[in-house]
């Protein structure tokens, strides 16, 4: 009778232990979007074995969806995710909004890691009022992707292929009319739009300067509308918008011959946009010099959060980690923002994908040179507008001079509401 | 504790109610509040008045957009009011078998989710690599077709969904296809309540089927005709599914071409975080409909 009361105390008791350390362990929600969930399931192990008390459950949206759905659940207070995921194009809006606690104070103290991040990156999570409000996790140094097949094909080698020019050259000979409809079928890129984005980021300010003022109209447009407006009269692009089922085609096929986009698009076209393609593709550096950062993203903890501490736990994993930031990185070319991890090994690595070049180094080069760039709330009202100036440029012939002196007076419009 | 007699219906009826005010009602009249401000989600609101309808009414998209409205309701609503009423009259008529079958496969389209449907039809309107361009491709061939294209200057590929002057007919042929059906099934809906005995007097007299379609069906359709082209108007104006997934980066395409009323304030409000313009600008489309209603109910009312 003694022997059972104890047996079952025991029992009790263990019973009792395990729904304690079960309660203990905190469940945090990371919303974020893809390819950067499938960074972080690439680490969430190593997370959960060193944080037995945390669970991390990841919430993925499309790009878009992500940061609607972000902003409507600041907005409502409610439901807000532990941490969160905010691309630069969106960074500058919740940046001057708030609705996220600052990670300069108690008890994050973000500011010991500040001389470990991309100076640019750090100041873009910045408020005017010098609160960070988003934690940098990765930044994406811009680069063409190349068909390395094609480019040997057409008789020319990757080292000469330094400004603009010489791509344009080479596209004009690979651009052709395979089944003589009048229309080309090969091209050398799929947007022209693109190589506005070129030019237009390759510079210290992007759609607005320091003081908040428009500069659309700024030469340094005017030139990227004219070379974008060029390469679509020669019929050098396939006029295929991104992220459609066309453009997926182009990238299986080998219908274009080069693609400028940032690091990350390398992860993609590996992972599931062209993955019998592998071998075919290099990288190399943009034309004529130009450094620019073409996406990234930063960590942030909503104000409304109910896990604070946990999720600071959780960004301090993803973003001041050598080993982490390596992990991201491998497994889907998020490229690293703590610049101690600048030093890996990985960088010296041959790529299977890109035949074996050490593409990495090449982004690690693009990666110190990229400019601090002003960042505006406004900015994606302006980029809206100014891409719509480009097509009226591209389809339409209205003159580069015109469209963008018409979109700055848009811009400056829309800027007040 | 009992429920009184009196109180108990209400009670029952309840649910609706909640769910309805919740959903329904709170949203509306909010809206209609944050009209007046300018508020970007997050930051406090600021009262700002009628500025925002001041902005929406001076704005050149905004009309370009109530433009692109207007084209793509002219250009579905008035083939397919015609078509299905020609098919509801055929289906109406002795001289079809298999009549369920008919009804079901036109209306097919209508409960198909508009979503899935623009996708479909995003690779259909593919430039290089859709199916579209690849039959008029094999069609231009023919010597003679070919020839046609010729005299309309047709040249191919199309770009359907990529220039200016081909996005609005892009939208307009997915759109009418889609409701077609559904116009379909109130017209015959409509012919079937027409007494039998009328065209019996018609065959008395010696109508033929011309003056019994114009004499007896148009006419006693009159109403039908007005319900049916109000559901449109309120349908196309409010148009958003179609454009939103056809047109490139979702903005409305080349020239903002099919860039719609319904697709502009969405755009407003949720990508630029404008929502008291967006608020405006929904509030000046529900003025746009109703207005539009009253002008459709006195062409048919009249009698």
């Known amino acids: 009778m003694r022997k059972l009361l104890v047996v079952s105390l025991m029992i009790v008791l263990l019973v009792g232990i395990f729904t304690l350390a079960v309660a203990a362990k905190t469940t945090i929600k990371v919303a974020c979007y893809p390819d950067q969930d499938s960074g972080f399931e690439d680490i969430l192990d190593q997370f959960h074995a060193e944080y037995p008390d945390i669970e991390v459950e990841l919430v993925t949206n499309g790009f878009a969806d992500h940061h609607k759905t972000l902003l409507t659940q600041i907005a409502a207070g409610a439901e807000v995710p532990d941490v969160t995921t905010i691309e630069i194009a969106y960074i500058a809006n919740f940046v001057a909004n708030g609705g996220f606690v600052n990670l300069l104070e108690e008890p994050y103290n973000a500011g010991q890691f500040k001389d470990n991040i991309v100076s640019y990156k750090w100041s873009q999570g910045t408020t005017n009022d010098g609160r960070l409000i988003a934690f940098p996790s990765d930044i994406a140094p811009g680069t063409i992707y190349y068909r390395r097949d094609i480019l040997a094909d057409l008789g020319y080698k990757i080292e000469d292929m330094k400004t603009l020019e010489d791509w344009l050259v080479a596209g004009l000979k690979f651009a052709k009319d395979l089944d003589g409809d009048g229309v080309n079928d090969r091209w050398l890129l799929a947007d022209a739009t693109d190589i506005f984005f070129m030019i237009a980021r390759s510079g210290k300010e992007l759609y607005f300067n320091e003081n908040g003022k428009s500069i659309v109209d700024s030469a340094r447009f005017i030139k990227a509308f004219r070379a974008a407006k060029m390469v679509r009269e020669k019929g050098l692009d396939a006029r295929i918008g991104a992220w459609t089922n066309e453009w997926y085609s182009t990238f299986k096929n080998g219908t274009v011959l080069i693609q400028p986009c940032g690091a990350w698009l390398g992860g993609h076209i590996r992972n599931w946009i062209a993955t019998d393609t592998a071998g075919n593709w290099g990288v190399s550096n943009l034309p004529d010099e130009m450094y620019v950062n073409w996406g990234g993203s930063f960590l942030a903890i909503p104000e409304k959060a109910k896990h604070k501490e946990e999720a600071w736990e959780f960004i301090k994993f993803v973003a001041t980690r050598k080993d982490t930031q390596i992990a991201q990185f491998k497994a889907s070319n998020i490229f690293p923002s703590w610049m101690p991890a600048f030093d890996d090994p990985i960088f010296e690595e041959e790529m299977e994908f890109f035949a074996g070049q050490k593409a990495r180094l090449l982004w690690l080069e693009a990666a110190q040179k990229i400019p601090n760039v002003v960042t505006n709330k406004y900015d994606v009202i302006a980029e809206e507008i100014v891409r719509a100036a480009l097509t009226e440029v591209l389809e339409n012939d209205v003159d580069p001079v015109q469209a963008l002196k018409e979109a700055k007076a848009q811009i400056e419009r829309r800027a007040r509401r | ?303």
């Open chain 2, 1 to 303: 504790m009992r429920l009184s007699k009196k109180a108990a219906p209400y009670v029952f009826i309840s649910p609706f109610y909640i769910l309805f005010f919740i959903f329904g009602a709170f949203p509306i009249i909010y809206s209609f509040f944050l009209s007046f401000h300018i508020w970007d989600g997050i930051s406090p609101k600021e009262f700002v008045g009628f500025e925002n309808y001041i902005f929406v009414l001076t704005d050149p998209w905004f009309w370009q957009s109530v433009w692109n409205s207007l084209v793509i309701f002219i250009l579905t609503t008035i083939p397919q009011h015609i078509i299905a009423l020609f098919l509801a009259f055929i289906l109406n008529s002795n001289l079809v078998k298999l009549k369920n079958l008919f009804r079901s496969s036109y209306f097919l389209p209508y409960i198909t989710s508009s979503v899935a449907v623009s996708m479909v039809f995003g690779m259909l309107y593919g430039e290089h690599f859709g199916i579209l361009n690849a039959i008029l491709k094999y069609m231009e061939k023919f010597s003679l077709i070919g020839a046609m294209f010729n005299i309309i200057n047709l040249k191919l590929p199309i770009r359907w969904l990529g220039e200016a002057a081909w996005i609005k007919p892009s939208i307009a042929l997915l759109v009418t296809w889609q409701f077609t059906g559904w116009n379909m099934i109130i017209y015959y809906a409509g012919l079937q309540n027409i007494p039998e005995s009328l065209y019996e007097a018609a065959k008395v007299d010696g109508a033929n089927m011309r003056q019994v379609f114009f004499k007896i069906i148009l006419p006693m359709l009159r109403p039908v005709i007005l319900f049916g082209v109000t559901l449109s108007i309120i349908g196309n104006l409010q148009l958003f599914e179609q454009p939103f997934i056809l047109t490139p980066d979702r903005t409305g395409g080349s020239g903002r071409a099919g860039l719609t009323t319904a697709l502009y304030l969405y755009r407003t409000g949720f990508n630029w975080n404008m929502f008291g313009v967006g608020s405006a600008m929904a509030y000046i489309l529900c003025v746009f409909i109703i207005i539009l209603s009253l002008i459709n109910s006195k062409i048919f009312q009249k009698r």
